[in-house]
């Protein structure tokens, strides 16, 4: 979704997409319909049986299959991969004890110098690094590689390293069925290696003409954008609004409970494999947008170096709340159907409801607020298309169970004459205080409305990403109390309150002093409507990568392909093709000085926090690399159609 | 689920000290185990009930102000384990800053109070209101009492140094509290991953643990907890799921002579047979329509014409072959759906079966000179071979199923690929042994019930060899090796070709010696040695090479869905 206002928003650059697919039902659920600028899209699935021209023992004619050498070189590659993803990482433990106060030096590449484990450590990186593009190298000079990395000289290979000295002791008890299940999802991890989407240099086609990869997710995601990288010199920009390995772990985590468990061994050697990939994306990585701070420290953890971190927060559509935002407060008019003093009173909670978003707290917590003030009312609005923003929690299953639980427990709490759901219009003072409502029901036709209806918008949850409908109530310039999670606190900065999760105490006395104090809440709204409509909203976030574009592509050099990103590739020469090269002419004069903004924000490095929106969609599963090919021609014709 | 719904209401905020400012981390006595507010008596524990968000809210200006009470929540967390946990769980080792991490934390339950007792080094911390009942209060009492006697002056009994031993480790609290995920965990990124979805930040960390973020404190507890990996590793039981193996269909269920019936429940019975239901009736299809092939022709009168027996001998045919697909597919949809190979398998599976109704008939009349334009009869073999062929599939697929069924359930026993090597390869000798005895003992009723008596010996090992080489391949072929199972029936084939070519080209001048050799054996062993010694050559060939790849682990991955 975001990458959909992304691509109508750079109207001058053109776009290639190359999508990874997950699941058959993603697949079906297809696109939305494209944008002009977009020249191309590719979708390979990284799920079900490899492609039947790559599983075959030929192959097709043009790209025969595995023959005894290749098989040798395979297995060399091979062995490389999988000795340092059973390597137990004597890296994490020392970094943890070691380098707490000297954040700068996560860099997996011997790039500083470390104490005495660092050599092992980046040996290892090195080896990854070097069995990686091995394989991939030969994924490109002939097809097979699937077959190859569930054929049972993969199996062996994953066998003996397991058993080596100096493998995770995890991997020291794997059997025969967890090398299986390893093997079969490192191919499936690694199937972008051998996809058809690099194309040949100077052909005008492919990641091979792109001027800049844009990979949405490290790891698998951004596998193209690696191999480009490494092939082609095409910088790779990363944006993680979620971070990926740290999904894959509540996955696996996850996993483990399953009935259906996934062994020890598999989820270490799966997890190691992960840690790995995206160590490599992020080192190779130009630069790396985190969608909020949370993100960023996991991506510094996991080798990010903070020079090439700069944090681009989400953006949303702030136009929906206008008009609720612009409304003067209080005490001109009441909300849909009800008084101003009762709307003053009433405390909304939007959101989807689930076990996260612990509704349990506020309840509690609003007992406690229906003692101070017995006219105050609670209504807890679900919101129906899921606007959650950064990463998807697998705790998000069984939100049907626990809905039906918080409404046994508020009709316990606050006993109703008929329980369950209320609508506005038979909202009277003698009926249940709480009442659950959807957006789009009676009286609520639009999620602006349920904003509106409130004086005081609560969040209570105890794990959040990027926390949506806390935007959303900003834009709508209402009070808000929310819990700290997640990214709530740098989202909210002064503009609201803000109290530790679990919490009811905390949450209700802030509450309180909001419902008692409608001066204060005014100014609470007025801040943070001003602070959402600077920061969050979608235009920030394409100017932001706009400017990061031209940027990374000024710095991207046409004869110096290190191949190695910058730090192999010897001294970057800013502007050895400017971008305005290949722009057509009204551009400067929309962006004065771009080119100057640009080279003074990498220099400083990550020092901006530029705001922008994110959408949760099916689109964040994707890696997908938008392109810019280097025909100025086309893009003025893009331009001005 | 989250702990929410056990919750009070009110949680009880008993005496806590509150960190002065953000990212001061609390001292030694911040977090405190609620029992001690019991045991020390109140003396010197302040309480802090006047609001702990409430008092800087009032003053709060325009809203820049920030509530962030610790206190409240690290008492939360405190009852709530104090509550869970018996009191002998709560006591701890005396554990400094340094200390922590080098000794594993015991696992609650299994170190008994008595044990401390006996180490100097173990203090106890008396969690009073924890225990349930006063009974087992006095038993923690009398051992902490025990354990101070017995360790001097080491271990003061007095509340205060319990407290402070108590509240010093707050760490292990929250290893009580996610002992599960840190046991499970397979690094300490999974825990600081686990540790964040459960709602602790970083803020929580270095206020309530004195740690610089989550990611040390998953370290932390990385370390200190005991792993699933590093206790011995358990005997595999039989009965344990393949790790991240998926088996589609239940299939490993649908036998019923395969596993045995632990859960009798009415269920499990029925999806059992609803599992099963495909793959015992869908082979019998091919053997049912051949059965009604040779039903019409009985019923066609005997002066039909010609034709009309041979479009009812087409229709049946194809009608069988049309019914092997879908009789197969049980067996074959663990394997890869790769559409390669298909095609030459199907076209050698028809030339053998065609060979094996007329190859006969084609030899002699090639030996014999014919056949002339004039008398073009062809004769088919007995009806028994076809029939037998056909109801072949039923111990076809169900070997193959066991086969398939078996090997990955002694996979997941195994430890190593030779040890699996080692164990499949009798598994595969046995099947075939098993799918050989039952395609003899079939033909032999075909021929019997059918021609009234038991079929020649060469008919019978042509078809029996013919019946295992396609057994062979068609395990091969479900197990993901589509090109050796291809090559096997080819190979048949080219050899049955070439016995027949070699005699028509004796004909030619010159070519007198070519025909010999088959004309010898022929008029030795009879016309079936030709289809006998090809098919069984193909098929030992095929099961020498099945017998390599189909003890390998990667001959048995299952399908996996997502």
């Known amino acids: 979704m975001w990458c959909d206002r992304l691509l109508r928003g750079l109207g001058n650059h053109e776009f290639e997409i190359y999508a990874l697919t997950r699941s058959a039902r993603q697949e079906e659920s297809g696109w939305c319909d494209l944008p002009r600028n977009v020249a191309r899209v590719c979708v390979a699935p990284l799920w079900g049986p490899a492609s039947a021209s790559e599983s075959a023992d030929g192959g097709g004619p043009d790209r025969p299959g595995f023959g005894r050498r290749e098989r040798r070189r395979f297995e060399g590659h091979f062995r490389d991969l999988a000795e340092t993803v059973c390597a137990a990482d004597q890296e994490e433990g020392q970094r943890g004890a070691g380098s707490a106060a000297s954040g700068g030096t996560h860099d997996g590449t011997a790039a500083a110098p470390r104490p005495t484990d660092a050599p092992p450590a980046a040996a290892l990186t090195d080896r990854f690094a070097s069995g990686l593009y091995g394989l991939a190298e030969l994924a490109r000079e002939r097809s ?53 989407w690099y194309g040949e240099r100077g052909s005008g086609s492919g990641l091979a003409a792109a001027d800049l990869c844009h990979a949405v997710g490290g790891g698998t995601a951004a596998l193209a954008g690696l191999l480009a990288g490494r092939w082609y010199g095409t910088p790779l920009l990363l944006t993680e609004y979620g971070v990926r390995l740290r999904e894959h772990y509540l996955a696996s985590a996850a996993d483990a409970v399953a009935p259906a468990a996934a062994g020890a061994p598999v989820r270490a050697l799966l997890a190691s494999f992960q840690r790995r990939l995206v160590r490599e994306t992020y080192t190779r990585a130009r630069l790396i947008t985190p969608g909020n701070a949370h993100a960023r420290r996991w991506q510094e953890r996991c080798g990010a170096r903070r020079d090439r971190l700069r944090t681009v927060y989400p953006g949303m559509d702030a136009a929906p709340f206008t008009e609720v935002g612009e409304k003067p407060p209080e005490p001109s008019g009441g909300g849909a159907g009800a008084g101003a003093g009762v709307r003053g009173h009433t405390l909304v909670w939007v959101g989807r409801i689930g076990p996260t978003k612990d509704l349990v707290t506020l309840l509690h917590a609003f007992t406690e607020i229906r003692r101070a003030v017995p006219d105050a009312r609670l209504r807890i609005i679900a919101a129906s298309p899921p606007p959650a923003g950064g990463g998807r929690s697998p705790e998000d299953t069984g939100d049907a169970g626990y809905t039906a639980h918080v409404r046994a427990l508020a009709a316990q709490l606050f006993p109703p004459e008929p329980p369950g759901v209320r609508t506005l219009g038979t909202r009277t003072p003698g009926g249940s205080p709480v009442s659950f409502e959807e957006v789009g029901g009676p009286g609520l036709p639009s999620l602006a409305d349920a904003y509106a209806a409130g004086g005081v918008v609560v969040l209570s949850s105890i794990v959040e990403g990027f926390p949506v409908p806390l935007v959303e109530a900003m834009f709508c310039a209402r009070a808000t109390v929310s819990t700290e999670a997640g990214a709530v606190r740098e989202v909210i900065g002064g503009t609201g309150l803000v109290v530790p999760p679990r919490d009811s105490h905390a949450l ?134 | 689920m989250s702990d929410g719904p056990e919750r009070e209401p009110n949680p009880p905020r008993p005496a806590a000290d509150r960190p002065s400012g953000d990212r001061t981390p609390a001292g030694p006595g911040a977090v405190d185990l609620a029992g001690w507010a019991g045991v020390g008596a109140g003396a010197g524990l302040g309480s802090v009930d006047e609001g702990v968000s409430g008092e800087p809210l009032d003053r709060g200006e325009a809203g820049e102000r920030v509530i962030w009470p610790e206190a409240g929540q690290a008492n939360d967390v405190a009852a709530l384990d104090a ?76 509340p205060e140094a319990g407290r402070v031993e108590g509240s010093a480790d707050p760490v292990r609290q929250l290893m009580c509290r996610y002992r599960e995920l840190c046991e499970r965990a397979v690094d300490s990124l999974e825990i600081a991953a686990g540790l964040e979805a459960r709602g602790i930040t970083d803020r929580t960390a270095a206020a309530r643990f004195r740690h610089r973020d989550v990611f040390s404190l998953a370290e ?181 199923h066991l086969f398939a069924v078996r090997s990955r359930r002694r996979l997941e026993g195994s430890r190593s690929l030779d040890h699996f090597a080692s164990r499949a390869r009798p598994l595969l000798g046995a099947s075939a042994a098993l799918f050989l005895l039952a395609l003899a003992g079939l033909h032999g009723a075909a021929a019997l019930i059918l021609d009234g008596r038991y079929p020649a010996a060469g008919t019978h090992s042509a078809t029996t060899a013919l019946g295992v080489l396609l057994f062979v391949s068609l395990l091969l072929s479900a197990h993901g090796f589509p090109g050796a199972a291809l090559a096997g029936p080819a190979a048949a084939v080219a050899v049955q070709a070439a016995a027949l070519g070699s005699v028509l080209s004796a004909r030619l001048p010159g070519l007198g010696g070519l025909g010999r050799p088959v004309e010898r054996s022929v008029s030795a062993l009879g016309t079936a040695v030709v289809p006998a010694s090809a098919c069984a050559v193909a098929a030992l060939a095929l099961l020498g090479y099945a017998w390599r790849a189909l003890a390998g682990a990667s001959a048995h991955y299952l399908r996996t869905e997502h």
């Open chain 2, 83 to 158: 509550s869970r946990v018996p009191a002998v769980e709560q006591t701890g080792p005396v554990r400094t800053r340094a200390g922590a991490g080098s000794r594993p934390w015991p696992v609650a339950g299994r170190v008994s109070a008595r044990a401390q007792a006996a180490s100097p080094i173990w203090l106890a911390a008396r969690t009073g209101r924890s225990a349930g009942t006063a009974g087992r209060a006095g038993t923690a009492e009398a051992d902490a009492d025990a354990a101070a006697a017995a360790s001097g002056p080491l271990s003061a009994p007095s």
């Open chain 1, 144 to 196: 097979g590689l699937p077959a190859a990395l569930r054929s049972e000289q993969a199996v062996r290979i994953l066998e003996a390293a397991c058993r080596a000295p100096g493998a995770l002791r995890a991997a020291h008890s794997a059997q025969v069925a967890d090398l299986l299940a390893v093997a079969d999802r490192m191919e499936r991890a690694l199937r972008p290696l051998s996809l058809d």
């Open chain 2, 220 to 400: 932390e507890l990385y370390a200190r907890v005991p792993h699933a990996e590093d206790a011995p590793v358990a005997p595999v039981s039989g009965t344990s799921s393949a790790p991240g193996l998926v088996d589609p269909v239940g299939l490993d269920e649908s036998f019923a002579w395969d596993v045995p019936s632990s859960d009798p429940g009415a269920p499990g019975r029925a999806r059992r047979v609803r599992a099963a239901a495909p793959l015992v009736a869908a082979p019998l299809l091919p053997g049912v329509v051949c059965t009604a092939v040779f039903g019409a022709f009985a019923y066609l009168p005997s002066q039909a014409p010609a034709a009309v027996r041979v479009g009812v001998g087409a229709v049946g045919a194809v009608a069988v072959l049309a019914a092997v697909r879908p009789a197969l597919r049980p067996v074959l949809r663990s394997s890869r759906p790769d559409g390669t190979g298909t095609r030459g398998l199907m076209l050698s599976v028809c030339l053998l079966l065609a060979y094996a109704l007329y190859g006969d008939w084609l030899l002699t009349a090639l030996l014999s000179g014919g056949p002339g334009p004039d008398a073009f009869t062809p004769v088919a073999a007995r009806p028994g071979v076809p029939l037998a062929l056909a109801y072949a599939v039923v111990p076809a697929a169900w070997c193959a």
């Open chain 1, 508 to 641: 209700s006395d802030a509450c309180l002093s909001l419902l008692r104090d409608p001066a204060r809440r005014a100014r609470l709204g007025a801040a943070a409507r001003a602070r959402a409509l600077e920061l969050f909203t979608a235009q920030q976030n394409i100017e932001a990568f706009r400017g990061i574009y031209l940027e990374l592509m000024s710095y991207w050099q046409e004869g110096g392909r290190g191949g190695d990103g910058a730090d192999g590739g010897g001294v970057p020469l800013p502007f050895a093709r400017p971008p305005e090269s290949h722009l057509p002419d009204q551009w400067p004069d929309q962006w004065p000085g771009t080119g100057d903004r640009g080279t003074g924000a990498l220099a400083k490095g990550g020092a901006g926090a530029v705001p922008g929106w994110a959408g949760p969609a099916g689109w964040a599963d994707d890696g997908s690399a938008p392109a810019m090919p280097v025909a100025a021609s086309r893009q003025g014709e893009e331009d001005a159609g």
